[in-house]
Structure formats: C-alpha cells, structure tokens
C-alpha cells in the first residue's frame, strides 16, 4: 500500500524505517502463540484495507468484519490517525526551533482537543503572551480536553500547580527547554531507556504523554529515537503480550513481533519497501487486538464508529 503523498511529506522518518525494514530478520517466530499472532495478524490486514478504503474513498461497509464495522478502532500505524497528522502539520512551522516545536507538541498531546487547540493557539517563551493562552483556556465551555489523556489535577500539586491551565501554560514552557536539550543529546536512543531520563528532566512522571511525544519526537527527528528497539508496553496492551508469551517480559516479545513475518501482507511502502511494523506500532496493535477480542466476547468499552470525513 503506497504512502499518500501528503502523509509522506509530512513525516521525515520514512526513509529510515525503510531502511530497517531491509535488515529485519523476517524468520524469528518461536515463543509466539501461533493462535494470538494469526489473530492479530487478521486485525492488522482488516484494519489496513479499511484504511485503504476510506483514503480511495469507496462505497461504505468499508469491511465485512463486524466488529470493525461497528466500532472505532485505531489504524495499525499511528502515523495515519488523523489527530496524529494534524498536531505535525500545525507544527511544521517550528521544525526548526526544536525547543518551541518540543513545546506546541506536548502541548498538543496533553490538550488532546483539536478544538481547543484552534481556539486558544500556540505557546510561546513569552511569558506575556502564554498568559494570553492561559486566559483563553479558563474562558472556555467544558469539555476542553480529550478522555485519552485526561489526568488527575491531584498529580499536579507535587509540581505545586494548582490547575491543568496553570500546568501547561506556565511549567510546560518552563521545563521543555531542559528536556529538549536531554533529547538533542540522544542518538538512535529506544523509547524504553529514555523515557525515565526524560521524565526525570521533566520533573513529573507523565509516563504515557511522554511516550506519545517521544514518538512524534522519532518521526520528524529520527536520528534521535528508534522506534525498533525496546518499547515501553502499556497496560492496554500487556494482555495482548502475555497471551502471545507468558515466558518473557512484554518487552521482549514486542521486540519478538518486530521480527515476525505474520503482517507483511498489507502495510505501507516506500518505493518496493515495506515499512515493516515497529515495536511502537506493534504496541498499539496489542491494544486494539485486546478490545477486538473483548468486543467480540460482548465486554469492554464500546466506542461506535461514526463515519467523518478523513
């Protein structure tokens, strides 16, 4: 499946990831559940031509997979989700300016509200004018910020910030220049290692926001991060890991899919390169294959498909 041409300008990671796709050692299968990864497998190649046949824009049911059908899913690269896209284009313009990109990112990913993004703008190192920001994001109607990323205020009064609009508008201009000096210094680093150096930086362990921006990190500055070495695994894809092999960490069986054959079916490309699946993508495959499996067993949370435009 070729890369859209937008998608492709819009990401600066794909040359690499083509490149380690080549040195993958396709054959390494042993200590995975045949059964789990065959499921997965499935999902990955579904979920792909779902995404293919909304980018072509065909005629809807887009699958004949019910569950797919019916409910909201994740695409198998984070890459194509459309909030991902829309934080690295509104972003662009800072390339740059690694601090204040650093900045607008994980501003981005902590607000998880496009909305709210467009109506309060971007921060800056002026104090005058984050001030500005912060007036906007008190005057606005509830809800302001997306369910994903929502966190407990009461996280915040160790760092002695008494709200969320505090938070982002005054520690995080504060703090990202000394965490995107710790990242400048990385070189081909795994998310795994440095996540709790950069979370140490930072003063907070805002774990799972700090995952997401290392890995917009890894798509516009890939000589820093490599998303093929070890990766952390959320709780929402552990299951997923464990059923595959309860031998080893989660950790190491994620590097384990890295290596596998069983997606090479439908995924994207570079030229005559697939890009294959790395740890990054495989987590969050684990994830969606675990709320697959419980909704097709009539459990977990069900999230509807609506049909927007991508």
Not at 38 to 60: A, P, T
Request: charged content about 30%; overall charge positive.
């Amino acid at each position: 499946m070729k890369i859209p041409v937008v998608t492709k300008k819009l990401y600066k990671h794909w040359s690499k990831h083509a490149r380690i796709s080549k040195t993958i050692d396709q054959t390494i299968k042993d200590c995975l559940n045949p059964e789990v990864l065959g499921g997965m497998s499935k999902l990955i190649n579904e979920r792909m031509l779902v995404w293919q046949r909304k980018n072509q824009s065909s005629d809807k049911p887009y699958t004949s997979d019910e569950i797919l059908n019916k409910f909201r899913f994740c695409n198998v690269y984070r890459e194509l989700d459309k909030q991902t896209m829309r934080i690295h284009l509104t972003n662009q313009k800072y390339e740059k300016d690694f601090p204040l990109w650093l900045l607008n990112v994980a501003f981005a990913r902590f607000i998880c509200r496009t909305e709210t993004l467009q109506r309060i703008g971007p921060l800056s190192f002026s104090v005058d004018k984050n001030k500005a920001v912060k007036q906007k994001l008190l005057g606005l109607e509830r809800p302001k910020y997306g369910n994903a990323y929502v966190f407990p205020v009461t996280i915040l009064h160790k760092i002695n910030c008494r709200n969320r609009e505090e938070f982002f508008c005054d520690y995080l201009p504060e703090m990202i220049p000394k965490v995107a000096k710790l990242i400048s210094f990385f070189n081909d680093e795994s998310v795994d290692e440095i996540l709790p150096r950069v979370t140490a930086e930072f003063g907070a362990s805002f774990r799972f926001h700090w995952t997401e921006v290392l890995i917009d990190v890894a798509y516009q500055f890939p000589n820093l991060i490599n998303l093929y070495k070890k990766f952390p695994i959320g709780p929402g894809a552990k299951e997923s890991m464990i059923k595959l092999s309860p031998e080893v960490s989660p950790e190491e069986t994620c590097l384990k899919l890295v290596s596998s054959k069983y997606s090479t079916q439908k995924l994207l490309e570079v030229g005559r390169n697939k890009i294959l699946l790395s740890a990054e993508n495989w987590e969050g495959v684990g994830c969606e294959y675990r709320k697959y499996v419980n909704l097709k067993n009539k459990k977990g949370r069900k999230r509807y498909y609506i049909t927007k435009i991508e």
